[in-house]
């Protein structure tokens, strides 16, 4: 046996240590093989986001779903429900949705909630509140700011007053954009001092995700809608009987003689049209709100980024009005109440009248 003296002993121990310390910081400095969901991973967030900016979010643990849940995450992000593949291939608009006007229920809907610029729906608001702000003989005074906005418009001269009531008219039947800053200047004393109330009253009516810049609807930073926003605010200013029996004029007289026609051609091409208001640009393209009544079955249809807006608008008609019949008749063959009689808390959207056939050709 091998005695060692205490000296070498300690050295001995020393040098053993030593040398698993120098292994130890070897490996260390080695790579590890660790597999990890980098950024590249296509469930995680766009490296040139904000958010993916910092390591330890993009190398964060991702929790997988199955494809059921998957499915389902998909269809609420982009808003489509499971029926309306079919029908969106007929359609040409960027995003629609149809809603049931006494319920509030979605009826259709694809991207409904997809901002974009709303063209001159959005002046649906500024004749809402100019209604609620002026009376009809209040004389509304005419701005060169006013006066030089671009068409459409009713050609306003600088300097001189007009009566709301007519001024009002142009903006809900005409489409008048020199007439809705002629209001807007009245209301608020500024176009941008308007904008602020119109996203407020948009907000009020249940809107949360419209942002008005300018009182007449042509293109803006920063303006913005969706397809349920303009259905929900639509429905709501339709309670408004004096906003609804405008609404349904195709054509009317100013109090100085000048004839103004409806842009909505839906009135006198579609049965069941009870009012609606038409905008475009080139940004937004073809947009669309309005409301439909056929015997007691009411129903808004509001579209945006529309290239063949009419033809959207009477094929989402169409469905909607038969979801809506179908929907009754299975609530009266399972003994419940049909989808079309009214509650006491509906009663208050009124009922407007309808002009079909020899009925809507001898109004025109």
């Not at 995680?44 to 997988?64: F, H, K, M, W």
Request: glycine share 8%; charged share 25%; aromatic share 6%.
């Amino acid at each position: 046996m091998i005695r060692l003296s205490s000296r070498t002993f300690y050295l001995t121990v020393f040098l053993c240590f030593s040398v698993l310390f120098l292994a130890a910081a070897q490996a260390e400095a080695r790579p590890a093989k660790v597999v990890t969901l980098q950024s590249k991973h296509k469930f995680t967030p766009d490296e040139g986001s904000a958010a993916a900016a910092d390591d330890e979010q993009r190398l964060g643990v991702i929790n997988l779903v199955s494809p059921e849940s998957y499915k389902k995450k998909v269809e609420t992000a982009t808003g489509s429900t499971p029926f309306s593949a079919a029908l969106q291939a007929k359609l040409t608009c960027r995003s629609a949705y149809v809603m049931d006007a006494k319920t509030g229920r979605a009826i259709y809907a694809h991207m409904p909630d997809l901002p974009g610029q709303p063209a001159s729906t959005v002046k649906v608001v500024t004749g809402l509140i100019a209604m609620e702000s002026l009376r009809d003989k209040d004389l509304v005074y005419t701005s060169k700011y006013a006066a030089n906005m671009p068409r459409s418009k009713i050609y306003l001269k600088p300097g001189k007053s007009y009566r709301a009531t007519d001024l009002i008219n142009a903006v809900l039947m005409a489409s008048a954009n020199d007439a809705s800053v002629a209001l807007a200047e009245k209301v608020a004393g500024s176009e941008q001092a308007f904008a602020r109330l119109m996203t407020k009253k948009a907000e009020a009516l249940g809107a949360r995700n419209t942002i008005c810049k300018t009182a007449n609807g042509l293109t803006r930073a920063g303006q913005q809608s969706t397809p349920k926003d303009l259905a929900t605010i639509f429905n709501k200013a339709m309670a408004n009987r004096e906003f609804a029996e405008r609404m349904a004029r195709t054509t009317v007289k100013t109090s100085d003689g000048k004839l103004l026609r409806t842009h909505n051609k839906a009135l006198w091409t579609v049965d069941g049209a009870v009012g609606g208001k038409t905008g475009y640009t080139h940004a937004a393209r073809k947009t669309y709100v309005g409301k439909f009544q056929r015997g007691d079955a009411e129903l808004v249809v509001a579209i945006m980024g529309s290239e063949a807006m009419w033809q959207d608008i009477a094929t989402l008609v169409e469905y909607g009005f038969g979801q809506q019949r179908r929907a009754g008749l299975d609530a009266e063959a399972g003994g419940r109440q049909p989808l079309g009689r009214r509650t006491a808390s509906e009663a208050e959207h009124g009922t407007y009248p309808v002009l079909a056939g020899e009925a809507k050709s001898a109004k025109l």
